[in-house]
């Protein structure tokens, strides 16, 4: 009786091997847990827009859910010391403060001292999310607020301007009705007097006189 002799072939087993390994790295690699994230972004929170602070003057709506007894919404301006008075006659301090972190402290005052859960919402009117560049720019009208923007870009994002702006006197008016004069040409000279554009404000290029 012959007995067969096997033979190693180094070639075959590494093939082999190297395809085992594979496989398991492509399955651990394709795994993920449904509560991650995509890379590089945050988890999304209840609202979106860190850039959403709110200032003197302009208008908030904000609605109250997920309650035994529907609440109206309320609806009113902030106040020009910066604060807001809701329901039980609680006073909120709302002025330079960001979405979230105005609806997380209006909850955290009713829940649970008057209400046992509640979901507060804080939204700004629309039309408060786009500021306003007309006079002598070549693309007069309303612009898009999507973060912290100055005089002198925003007037970029309206075309720039005409030949006949008058660049040493350009009007920034603010919600509250505050008028501010800026130059353009010390603007570009000086950072600190190219001020930060805000939702609802105004901006004008006078006509230049010859």
Not at 55 to 66: P, Q, V, W, Y
Request: net charge positive.
């Amino acid at each position: 009786m012959r007995t067969k002799t096997v033979c190693w072939r180094p070639g075959i087993w590494a093939v082999i091997v190297g395809v085992c390994f594979s496989g398991l790295f492509l399955v651990g690699c394709g795994s993920h847990s449904p509560d991650r994230s995509p890379a590089g972004q945050a988890p999304a929170s209840i609202s979106e827009g860190s850039f959403d602070t709110f200032r003197a003057g302009e208008s908030l709506t904000i609605t109250f859910t997920d309650l035994p007894t529907p609440i109206p919404e309320w609806n009113d301006k902030i106040k020009e010391d910066g604060t807001i008075t809701l329901m039980h006659n609680q006073t909120f301090v709302a002025t330079n403060r960001t979405r979230g972190d105005l609806e997380k402290e209006i909850r955290a005052r009713y829940v649970p001292d008057w209400y046992k859960s509640m979901t507060v919402t804080v939204t700004p009117p629309q039309s408060s999310r786009f500021y306003y560049v007309g006079g002598e720019v070549k693309s007069p009208g309303r612009q898009v607020y999507i973060g912290p923007i100055t005089v002198t870009k925003a007037i970029q994002t309206a075309g720039d301007f005409t030949d006949f702006a008058k660049k040493t006197r350009i009007e920034l008016t603010r919600v509250d009705g505050h008028v501010q004069i800026i130059n353009w040409k010390k603007a570009q000279k000086e950072p600190r007097l190219d001020p930060e554009v805000f939702p609802g404000d105004k901006i004008v290029v006078r006509r230049r006189v010859w």
